[in-house]
Structures are given as structure tokens and as C-alpha cells.
């Protein structure tokens, strides 16, 4: 197709944002109200649960207690919706945020504390920091600190997935941060042209810690860069858990019977802090909070349920549920604290999957340099062998 | 392995098996009691929507090991190959042995630009053997998705020079995955050739030796052979050794260098050095084109009388620390020799290890002649290189401290 006009234009219409329920739970889109209620309590207290265990794992940061915390505030249906809307073998490659799919599919406190504590109860044995979660039972691939790295690996894992005919996607989550990098741009472009059956699911809250996203793309957001990927784009209200929910329900039904990839722009809002060494309000005024805590996921699924009648948790009940995972978190925190850290031999293992003569020879000088200097390394706290 | 049921038992067991079911969502290790004599331990399979599909064949197969090439039997049949048929062989054999291996980057569909892929798109279909878009970052990580769910991964990355886009993925990742997780996941499956070093009138772009970046980063492995009958064996023992590795093929011999390489399934020990000639006066230590090189220079020394014992390194990273300590007790001299700029090169390393062991028995300093430390050259390739005439003064420098 040739034209003889010379025209400079970028995309002029943006993409609309897909949502079933409105702020106060009201449904403007009843062709998708059709989640079974079963499911939507069960995202509601599992949203609940991730708020409580936050706020108190943030707390435990500022007392000393944990070395550093990230929350997902405000992002809540981004994450739980997306777990419950997946099969629970659909491998999941985190960023950092998405511990809601961990809670969803059954990550205990206790699992969640360990890591934390970087004690020896930690199956990656305190090698990295707080929350850097990793479950290969619950399908989620460890966090990594480097961001958007584990986009393209989805692709490669969303391939593997087509050829061994597996019902089974990948599913990579980024903040439109993260988009911004050149990993992004592959995995996209590769997950494309090779027919993956990967999910790509941006999390746009707003905020690369202080760069607000005006700053990170001029072009209609995240979901713009999809379209010119040729990918299948869908952008969502990332608040409204039920969109969240049936987006993803038909995102992977379409990946798994056409083999290609999708994309879904999940719009919401960064609540908290980007971790416990960031101080937001230098960089955000108090007006811009104050307006999208209007637009809560857990208060919008409640309202909705309790609309419908189809509620299993009231108000009562909620502040008891509330109440017992603060006590919970609490609880699980203080004993993973006092166990042992990891012995001092996991400092060497799983470097490769055997040893290998050199860190056999460092574990020796370790090990003879400890016993040498004993009274000047306070070890009491890590496991003996 | 047995199965009793729904439970599968194994004794003595391999990673493999374990990474094998965990990465295909296939069960937990139900119970895993480690002592030092054994590993034993029982999975119990959770979800039968997944088959063992004969893919599982790779984590139980493998060619016949040897050590060295010249621990292979003599009545072996085999064929005259140069360099790029031999991988080219490897590459078949991988694909052909494990049907969870996948061949890809870019150019590799029609034969790639070195002809290593020649063929094996028509024999294996555009599901195993396929081009990807141009982004060595892209190839790298897509590398890592796949061998992070179990099925074998070999990237081609077009030259080494071009590596380095898929650095972080390499370093920050691939290295690091089994050790942040706690094993709980890995990226063994992975294998990265890329073709490196001098060809005459490649210049800064098309003749760089990276080895040295990547022998830097704990949970990678670094290869390099110095000829055909290694590049097969040892390409097959890093495709199928549980840990990602960076193979590097001497571009220069892709052509030049021939030899009767076996036709069978073989792989040669990694981390495992060898020693090329036998000598008593002096150890040269290289690896990949180098050995050549030194060969050469031997030879000139020897008119001189001098005896020089050659070894190759052969696994770049972790290396073999043990084969050089003994051949340099026995000489007292030592040189280490590499096209990569001298400064902070593997020979670097190997010096000051080797000093470090072999102090009181050195009779004079232990010399690199390596590469400047300058971009790799174009018009000046010629006096760049550290070429026989380098290697031969040094010789003479070091029997004469």
C-alpha cells in the first residue's frame, strides 16, 4: 500500500482500558460477570492476606528486625487475580512485586519469614535478600534483582512449553519501568516471531522508584509498544481484581490453542514506598495518594461482593481475618528470626550442580582460617554441621 | 532408578533427575537424605498430566567419556573432518540423542556463517533448528528460559565479539541461577558457542578472544578446544554437563584444521588439562589456535636443545590446577600464552596460582606473552599476535634467568 501524502503522525487514539466493576463494585460489564463467587472470596481474602502480611513485614524493616521489605500496596489484584486466573503449573518469572501469586498458590507465612530472615529454614539458604522468594513446587522462578532480565527467559520457557505440546505457559511480570529496557524489546520481539506460549504482564504503577512514567515513554504506555510487536494487547484496569481475572482467563485460553504470545497492561498504582529504602512522599505529592486510595482492589471486589450478596466475609469477619494474619506474620516472623542461619558450608554449594576443586580447596581455607581466628567471627547464630 | 507406583526411587542419584521433574512441574523431592557416602531420596510424581516423554532420554544417555583424545581406541572408525564438520557432527549428534535440544541464533537456519549448522535445519525441522531475531541478548536469555524448564539449549552468538549485549544475562542469570534458588532451579541445559580469536583481517570486531570475562563469573564454565577431535567431544561434554557453558571455536581453524575424528558418540573429560608434547625444561601453557603456536616455538627451541612440555588448558574455567602444578614441579620454568590482552588475561590467573604453588620450585619468573593491551588491530595484526618468534624469546629469556 503506497500513499503520496506525507504525513508525521504518531498513534493519535489510545488504547482503552478494559474493566468490569466500577469504584464502588458496580458492573459495567456484565458479559464478563461470570466468575464463580468461590473464586472471587477466595481472591478477596487472599488480597487481605497479602495487605496484612505486608504491613507487617514493612514494620519489622523499620524496627531492625528484617534487613530490607518490599510491599505490594495498592497492587494487590495485579498479582492474586492473575494466580487464580492461571493454572497453578503456568510457570511464573517474577520481577519483584508478585508475591500475591505466591500467597494464592499456597506459599506459607512461615516460607515467607524464612526467606526474609535469611535462616537456615530458607531452601535457597539466605544467599539473597528479602524478598527474593523461589518455589519450583509452586512454579514461580526466583526473583532476581537485575530487572526485566526474566522476560526473554519466559519466552524461552513459553517455546519449550509449544514444543513438548504441554498445556503450560510462561508468564512473565515487569513494571513499565522494567519495559523500558532493551531485555524487554527481545523477549517480546522473540516471544512473537517464534510463537511462544508466553503471557507478558505489565504491572503500570506509576513509578520506577521516584521516575514517574511520563518520564519513562512518551508514546500510549506500555501497551502501544505490544501492538508493534505484533502481539496480541490487551490494556486492564489493575484494579478491578474480576477484569484483572477475566483478562488473563482469555489471554491464556488464546496463547495455549493459537501457540503465540499475549500482552496484558495492567493499570494501577504504586500504594507504598518502592521498598523500605525509598521515602516516596520527597518525590509524589500527598493529593495524588489521597486520590488513587479512593481506587482500592480489595474495597472495589468487597463493595461488588457485598452488592451481589455474594460476600462470605462481612465487615466483622474481615477485621477478625485481618487481625489473624497480623498475628500470623507476627508469630512466623519471630521464630524464623531465632532459628540458625544457614551453615557455613552453603556458602559453597550449588555454585555448580558438583563440586569443583577450586571452591573445594576455598571451603578448606575457609574452614582453617575460621578455626584459626575462631573468637574473632561471632558464629553462634549459623548452623554447625 | 525404580518405580514403585506413583513413587519413583533412586539411589546415588544425579541432579538431573531431580532438576529433570522439578523443572516439568512433575512432583517435589518428597525426601532427600544427604550423607556423605550417598544422596537418596524418592519423588512422588503429583501431576500425570505430563509424560516422560523419551526427552528424559538425555539425563540417563551420554557418548562413551574419555579423558583425552588419545585414550580413544585406535580401531575407532572415523572420518576426515576440519573444525566446522566436527562441530557440525556434535551438533548433530546432541540433537539427535536428546529431542529436548533446540539449535538456534542467528543465520544458523541456512548452515550459519560458518557453516556449523550446515544441514541439520533440513534434518530436524524449524521447531529445533531455527534463526531468531538479531539481539544477542535476546538469544542468551531465550537460551536460559529454555534450559530453565529442562530441555537442552544450544545459542550460537555469531561472534564472540558480539557476546556482550548478553553479558548480564550470562553473568547475572545463567551463573546464578542454581545458587540464588537454592537448587531449586538451573540453567544446565545451556550451552553458548561462539566462534573467537585471530583470522588474518578480522580487526577489532571479528577477532577478539572474551574468555577471560566469562572465567570471572562464579556457576560459569569456560571451553576451548585446540582442534577437531577435541571440539566434538569436548562441544558434546559441555552440551551435556548440568551447568551452562561458554564454548569458544578457534574461528581460524574452522577450515584449517582437519583431522580423523571418530564418528561415534564421545565427550572428553572437562576440567581436565592436557599435556600435548612432553618436556623437561620448560611448560608452555595455552589453549585453542595457541597451541599451535607453541608447537611451533617448540620446535625452534628445540634446535637450541631446550625440552618444552605444551599443555592445553582445555576448560578455560574452572581449570585444572593440578596437570600444570605438576608439569611445572618437574620443569621449574614456566610460560602462559593467549591471544587476549596481557593484562588481566587468563594468564594473569594461572601465574599468579602457579607462583602461588609452585614458588620454591620456579628457577625464573613465570611470563605471559599474550596480546597487547590494545583493541585488536587491523594493519598491525602481523606484530599483535603473540607468535612464535614471542613465544620463542621467552623461551630463551626464561632457560637463560
Known sequence: IYTSKLNFDSVSEKIPTFRVIELKGKVIAKKYDNTDTATLNKIYEKMVQLEEMDMILLQAQRQGRISFYMTALGEQACTVAVAAALNDIDLIYPQYREHGCLIWRGFTIDEFAHQCASNSRDPAKGRQMPVHYTSSKLNFVCVSSPLTTQVPQASGAGYTFKLQELDRIAVAFFGEGASSEGDFHSGMNFAATLGCQTLFLCRNNKYAISTPSDEQFKGDGVASKSQGYGMLTIRCDGNDAIAVYQAVKNAREYIVKNKKPAFIEFMTYRQGDHSTSDHSILYREEEELKSWAQNNPITRLGLYLKKKKYREIDEESDKELRKKYRQETIKALKSAIEEKKPGIHELFNDVYDRQTDNLEEQTKQLREHLDKYQGKYNLKNFEQL | ?401
Open chain 2, 1 to 401: 532408578v525404580c518405580q514403585i507406583g506413583r513413587y519413583f526411587f533412586f539411589f546415588q542419584a544425579e541432579d538431573g533427575i531431580r532438576d529433570f521433574c522439578l523443572s516439568r512441574g512433575l512432583g517435589d523431592v518428597y525426601k532427600r537424605q544427604v550423607s556423605t557416602q550417598s544422596t537418596w531420596g524418592y519423588f512422588m510424581i503429583t501431576n500425570f498430566n505430563f509424560l516422560l516423554k523419551k526427552s528424559c532420554r538425555r539425563y540417563f544417555s551420554h557418548g562413551k567419556r574419555y579423558q583425552f583424545a588419545k585414550d580413544i581406541p585406535s580401531h575407532t572408525p572415523r572420518t576426515k573432518m576440519n573444525l566446522f564438520q566436527a562441530i557440525n557432527n556434535a551438533l548433530d549428534i546432541a540433537l539427535q540423542t536428546d529431542d529436548s535440544a533446540v539449535l538456534f541464533g542467528e543465520d544458523v537456519k541456512f548452515g550459519g556463517v560458518f557453516r556449523c549448522s550446515l544441514g541439520l535445519y533440513e534434518k530436524y525441522g524449524i521447531q529445533r533448528v531455527f534463526n531468531t531475531p538479531l539481539s544477542e541478548q535476546g538469544i542468551a536469555a531465550f537460551g536460559i528460559g529454555i534450559a530453565s524448564v529442562g530441555a537442552t539449549a544450544i545459542a550460537e552468538i555469531q561472534f564472540a565479539d558480539y557476546i556482550y549485549p548478553a553479558f548480564d544475562q550470562l553473568v547475572n542469570e545463567a551463573a546464578k541461577y542454581r545458587y540464588r534458588s537454592g537448587n531449586q532451579f538451573s540453567v544446565g541445559g545451556l550451552t553458548v558457542r561462539a566462534p573467537y580469536g585471530a583470522v588474518g583481517h578480522g580487526g577489532h570486531y571479528h577477532s577478539q578472544s572474551p574468555e577471560a570475562f566469562f572465567s570471572h563469573a562464579p556457576g560459569l564454565k569456560v571451553v576451548i578446544p585446540r582442534d577437531c577431535i577435541q571440539a566434538k567431544g569436548l562441544l558434546l561434554a559441555s552440551i551435556r554437563d548440568k551447568n551452562p557453558v561458554i564454548f569458544l571455536e578457534p574461528k581460524a581453524l574452522y577450515r584449517n584444521a582437519e583431522d580423523e575424528v571418530p564418528t561415534e558418540d564421545y565427550e572428553l573429560a572437562l576440567h581436565k588439562a592436557e599435556v600435548v608434547q612432553e618436556g623437561k625444561d620448560i611448560t608452555l601453557i595455552g589453549y585453542g589456535t595457541q597451541i599451535r603456536v607453541l608447537k611451533e616455538a617448540a620446535k625452534e627451541a628445540e634446535q637450541d636443545g631446550i625440552k618444552c612440555e605444551i599443555i592445553d588448558l582445555q576448560t578455560i574455567y574452572p581449570y585444572d590446577i593440578e596437570t600444570l602444578v605438576e608439569s611445572v614441579k618437574k620443569t621449574g620454568r614456566c610460560i602462559v600464552s593467549h591471544e587476549a590482552p596481557v593484562t588481566m588475561g587468563v594468564g594473569a590467573e594461572i601465574s599468579a596460582a602457579l607462583q602461588e604453588k609452585c614458588f620454591l620450585y620456579l628457577e625464573a619468573p613465570i611470563t605471559r606473552v599474550c596480546g597487547y593491551d590494545t583493541p585488536f588491530p587491523l594493519a598491525h595484526e602481523l606484530v599483535y599476535l603473540p607468535d612464535k618468534w614471542k613465544v620463542y624469546d621467552a623461551i630463551q629469556k626464561t632457560v637463560n634467568y
